[in-house]
């Protein structure tokens, strides 16, 4: 299931059913990042992780149905980078290792179809945006925040979301200003009237999300 979720998210996956089989595997093949149960068949998920550490800085996601404190502090301090508890939604999970590759310095690499949304379409392959066949330019960031709302339709986002999510901020560090003057500047580009917008629109008290 997850294998199919992340293919459809644009990543290549290889899986391994036991930690002997994952280890064999990171060193006859590269792997940009690593998602490991903590409770497998025969193995302990901690074991596999202090395993793989010990000749590999690979980015780590933990996944286990412990919630416990211990539990996530023990698979931090073992080098995982990320630790889901389940149950989770596959939009939380897709979220995060785009949010852990973009930390670790690595860019996936989108081999899914253009989003063509009437006569809007983003290509998350030339980074480009056309709108009635126009080319429209936009800043790096600007394209990864759309590129981000379309790619999940009419789901709201909060601005908080949004610096997580494409900034790899929070408000801690970052304005959330930021979010509304890139949402304006987007919506200058692709929106007949911005105040009136057709595809970004604003959720009071919420956020935004894209509108097909």
């Known amino acids: ?73 023990l698979g931090l301090k073992l080098g995982a980078d990320d630790y889901v508890v389940k149950p989770f939604s596959g939009a939380e999970l897709a979220a995060r290792v785009g949010t852990v590759l973009r930390r670790s310095g690595q860019r996936p690499t989108p081999t899914g ?36 709302l379309a790619s999940s339709p009419r789901q709201v986002f909060s601005r908080e979301q949004l610096l997580a999510q494409v900034w790899d901020s929070s408000s801690q560090w970052q304005d959330a200003g930021t979010v509304t003057e890139h949402i304006r500047r987007v919506r200058r580009k692709i929106e007949e009237n911005p105040d009136r917008p057709r595809w970004v629109r604003t959720v009071r008290g919420v956020g935004y999300r894209f509108e097909p």
């Open 1 to 73: 299931m997850l294998g199919r979720l992340l293919v459809a998210e644009g990543y290549e996956v290889d899986k391994a059913s036991t930690g002997a089989e994952a280890l064999k595997a990171l060193t006859e093949r590269r792997a940009d990042l690593v998602i490991l149960d903590v409770v497998l068949a025969s193995e302990d998920g901690f074991e596999v992780l202090a395993a793989i550490r010990r000749s590999s800085n690979v980015p780590v996601i933990l996944l286990t149905g412990r919630g416990r404190e211990t539990d996530r502090v």
């Open 113 to 148: 179809a253009p989003l063509v949304f009437g006569d809007l379409l983003i290509d998350t392959l030339s980074r480009e945006i056309r709108l009635s066949g126009n080319l429209i330019e936009t800043t790096a960031k600007e394209f990864d925040l759309l590129a981000f």
